[in-house]
């Protein structure tokens, strides 16, 4: 064994715990060199996805924008109302899609009201049993109906849950206690679902046979229009509601007094208006706001993972100040949007001047509605607002295909998918190499392993003979 070891320092070979004393992770090792231009792919695609990442936030920021923008996207849908009513006998709101501003005088002369009837009392409810039999009635179209009253069902309790179980015979029961202190306290009260005139009912007989009580209706309201003056004009409803009395106008009547006028006054709510619009520039301010936070660049940002003096945030941004700058031609004269209190500031981000804009509204509406959304010319059509020309920089940013951000997008998706193929490609390759290294070095260990154990069996027969130097 000493004449083995003595050999091995002479061929200057320390065989390790594998036959050619290669590293046992040699083939790891080499590995590891060709996986470092995937790192460095990774370490690339890595940035790009933080790219991309923003990108989403900033078209998710334009979105909302879209939304604010279709908010106030029409004369109709910037244009706000509001209603007062001066008594508490009717309530009112407005549809500003089809209201107009105006004053009217409303007097409550008699509410509408449903056919309704009630019966004389019984004991119980539940256990007075008042026989089986046969409940009639006319509807106000004047077909006829019955109910077929049974053993189960012939008490009051019974008899409603007949009434509402068919939802086709136009009547609700209820079993009420009329609370008078009587011993038969317990009544079924009968009414249409229906007001108005027309709606008028010749109610139900009762036809029962073998009851322990009589059972009848003792009491009966008829059905009647709602009566009321508008402007000095007496006019009748079917309900107690009308959305056909002012145009846009939904009034509920509350209550009947004669002689009590009512004054409903509709009018531009421009408190409401100019909220619309602050909302419109917080959302505009929301996009300005992240390209600025984007370009605060300093030597301690990574810009090659940030969208900072991207091109596409420059265009965008310049677009939006060509936007605010842009003028717009009314009755009035060419105006901006700066006229009305929209301003950069030092930061540069927009600020409405809310006081200054609300009074422009309350001072000539029209040529405020005409800067926000533009007119209609005989000559030319269409003559765009400020909300136009919003409108088509959000368009331009995010339609598909060609939009400013969906474009960049589209950009940094194939550049990711290029990173991805050549990553595939060169697992691939490392693949192929790792195996062919394995069989390499499996082929050189089982070649060192035999020429190892045939120089061990020429030591034994002596003469120092050297069978790993006579290789060469």
């Known amino acids: ?51 991309k990442s923003l990108l989403a936030d900033l078209l998710k920021r334009v979105e909302n924008l879209r939304g604010a923008v279709y908010a106030n996207k029409s004369d109709r849908s910037f244009r706000e109302f509001s209603v007062s009513v001066s008594g508490d006998g009717v309530t009112a709101t407005v549809d500003k899609n089809t209201a107009e501003p105006g004053t009217y005088q409303i007097e409550v002369i008699q ?39 049974d053993s189960d069902n012939s008490n009051l309790t019974g008899i409603a ?18 609370g008078d202190g009587s ?7 009968i009414t249409l ?18 009851g322990e009580t009589d059972i009848w209706f003792e009491g009966e309201r008829e059905a009647q229009d709602a009566k009321i003056k508008l402007d000095g004009f007496e006019l009748e409803l079917p309900g107690n509601k009308s959305t056909e009395l002012i145009p846009g106008v939904t009034i509920d009547l509350k209550k009947a007094k004669l002689g009590d006028e009512i004054t409903l006054d509709i009018k531009e709510d421009t408190i409401k208006m100019t909220d619309k619009i602050d909302d419109l520039v917080t959302t505009m301010n929301e996009v300005i706001g992240f390209i600025k936070e984007q370009n605060a660049l300093d030597e301690t940002v990574d810009t090659s993972q940030t969208l900072g003096g991207d091109i596409t945030l ?20 060419p105006r901006r949007i700066g006229d009305l209190g929209l301003t950069f500031q030092r930061d540069g981000k927009l600020k409405l001047d809310k006081d200054k804009f609300q009074a422009a509204l309350d001072d000539n509406l029209k040529m405020v509605a005409q800067v926000i959304n533009g007119k209609y010319s005989i000559e030319g059509g269409k003559v765009n607002g400020f909300i136009d020309n919003l409108d088509k920089l959000v368009g331009d940013a995010v339609k598909r295909p060609g939009g400013i951000l969906t474009s960049r997008k589209e950009g940094l998706d194939s550049q990711i998918k290029m990173i991805d193929r050549r990553i595939d490609s060169k697992e691939r390759q490392i693949k192929r190499k790792e195996e062919h290294l394995k069989a390499k070095f ?26 790993v130097q006579n290789l060469g």
């Open 1 to 51: 064994m000493r004449t083995n070891n003595r050999q091995e320092d002479e061929l200057g070979l320390a065989f390790g715990s594998i036959n050619s004393g290669l590293p046992k992770d040699i083939v790891q090792q080499i590995l590891s060199a060709e996986k470092i231009p995937i790192q460095k792919m990774e370490a690339r695609k890595g940035k790009i996805e933080n790219k």
């Open 111 to 149: 509410l509408a009201q449903k056919s309704s009837a009630i019966s004389n009392g019984v004991a119980d409810k539940d256990k007075t049993y008042i026989g089986v039999g046969f409940l009639q009635y006319e509807l106000p179209d004047g077909s006829s109906k019955e109910i077929y009253i």
């Open 161 to 178: 849950k007949l009434i509402n179980g068919d939802p086709e015979n136009g009547m609700r029961a209820n079993v009420v206690d009329s």
């Open 183 to 189: 011993d038969e306290p317990w009544k079924i009260l």
């Open 193 to 210: 679902e229906d007001t108005g005139d027309l709606a008028k009912a010749r109610f139900p007989n009762l036809y029962l046979v073998d």
């Open 314 to 333: 420059q265009t965008l941004e310049s677009r939006i100040r060509s936007t605010v700058f842009e003028g717009i031609k009314t009755d009035f004269g």
């Open 442 to 467: 499996a082929r050189l260990e089982e070649t060192i392993s035999r020429i190892k154990t045939q120089g061990s069996g020429l030591a034994g027969m002596g003469g120092g003979f050297n069978p």
